[in-house]
């Protein structure tokens, strides 16, 4: 029997590595400089913990969750998104008694059932960024300029910030009558899919437009839009967003149809697209979530916060031909045909591992020449060829030079010689 990973995931080879590692350790440094502190949560929680809070009907809920029941009888579900767990994370160590915004972000693996494409995994990783407990415009500004930076840190620059405000509980109500009278006007001039989203929540009839058949987009191009029947704290609190992402130079478009497939978004909603079309053009998205909170059994506090696909990125790095990496170079590759040696080898790559210095030796019963040959393709900064005791130190545009590897100073010539 072959196995093969599950479909919907992907293995992610040493080869691939140095380019993971770029991204992930730009988006640690990023968040580290902004004032995000790291949070890991578990894999999976309560289910009850996505009903709530993504809404039981929307599609993360309906079609998306990996739920399942334990040995104890409880429903769990894999995360699907970040937001909510870190929520839940805040809620129950008592994050909220801290001085406010608590700004917090993390690096995990979602898992949603979905149709797998190139940048979709039903398994991917992503970076969740919350800055929860402040209702400044700033902090969404702020917020959004963290993933500009990481795109510029990153080198690339092919893509464009669409941003929308949805309102809050005070203003959508009222668009959302006048939206579900439109539909209800327009009923025969969509599909099915639209009139099943209508009825569970019409306000995700306009998510996601793009995976839409072209005439249904087009008709839904023409509903009403939700920023013309803002409230005027709404409005206000849109116009200082705007205004602080001019102060940061962040461009961006108004899309006036971006709303977010989750019931806990309030006001700003954005997204980064891409050079990829369709639904691979999205590397992150994010908003407002003040009720996210309440909803799970704290007071009203206001939050926002973004997710970002690393695979996505990935695919952004190779639009910009950026996708290129240097791999990890080997300090040290010890080369030895002589058994009688091969202690004081072994004791000499121990004492540079404990100093910090990666090394290696042939462990596949190579030939001299083999293991030459073989250090050659590895390419490490130092080749020791060991005869006696002692070491011919060979390194690339240098003079070869001899070192006895049992001697105290050894660790130290070695440094010298990498410096």
């Given amino acids: 029997m072959r196995f093969e990973a599950p479909r919907g995931t992907h293995d992610i080879l040493p080869s691939e590595q140095a380019v993971w590692r770029r991204m992930m350790g730009e988006a640690e440094r990023l968040c580290a400089l902004y004032g995000y502190g790291r949070v890991q949560t578990p894999v999976f929680e309560d289910t009850e913990l996505f009903v709530r809070t993504s809404g039981a009907g929307s599609d993360i809920v309906r079609k998306e969750m990996y739920t399942f029941e334990d040995l104890g009888g409880r429903s769990l579900t894999l995360r699907p998104e970040g937001t909510a767990p870190i929520c839940r994370a805040y809620l129950e160590h008592g994050l909220h008694r801290e001085p406010q915004p608590v700004k917090l972000y993390t690096i995990a693996s979602m898992y949603r059932y979905d149709r797998p494409q190139r940048g979709r995994y039903r ?140 019931d806990y978004y309030t006001r700003t909603t954005w997204q980064f697209e891409g050079p990829e079309s369709g639904a691979q053009s999205v590397l992150s998205g994010g908003g407002r979530y003040d009720g996210l909170i309440e909803e799970i059994g704290g007071a009203h506090t206001p939050g926002v916060g973004f997710g970002a696909g690393f695979e996505r990125l990935s695919i952004a790095l190779e639009h910009a031909d950026r996708a290129r990496a240097d791999p990890v170079r ?9 058994r009688e040696l091969r202690f004081d080898v072994l004791r000499a790559m121990q004492r540079l591992r404990a100093a ?64």
């Fill in 356 to 419: 910090g210095i990666s090394c290696d030796t042939d462990y596949a019963g190579r030939s001299l020449n083999g293991q030459i040959k073989f250090a050659t393709r590895l390419k490490p900064r130092v080749t020791a060829v060991v005869s006696s005791l002692s070491a011919e130190i060979r390194r690339q545009g240098e003079r070869d030079f001899n070192l006895p590897i049992t001697e105290p100073d050894f660790v130290e010539r070695i440094q010298r010689a990498l410096a």
């Fill in 123 to 262: 398994e991917h990783w992503q970076l969740s960024v919350e800055a929860i407990g402040s209702d400044d415009p700033a902090i969404d500004a702020e917020i959004i300029e963290l993933y500009a930076a990481l795109l510029r840190g990153l080198g690339i620059s092919d893509y464009v910030l669409k941003l929308n405000s949805i309102g809050d509980a005070v203003c959508r109500p009222r668009y959302l009558e006048q939206l579900r009278a439109w539909l209800s006007e327009h009923d025969s001039d969509v599909d099915d899919d639209v009139r099943q989203t209508a009825k569970a929540n019409p306000l995700r009839v306009l998510d996601d437009l793009h995976k839409r058949p072209a005439g249904v987009r087009e008709i839904l191009a023409a509903a009403p839009k939700i920023g013309d029947g803002l409230c005027e704290p709404c409005r206000a609190h849109f116009e200082s967003v705007k205004s602080y992402l001019g102060l940061y130079g962040v461009d961006f478009e108004l899309e006036p149809t971006l709303v977010r497939g989750l």
């Fill in 330 to 338: 080997l300090d040290v590759f010890f080369v030895c045909d002589s």
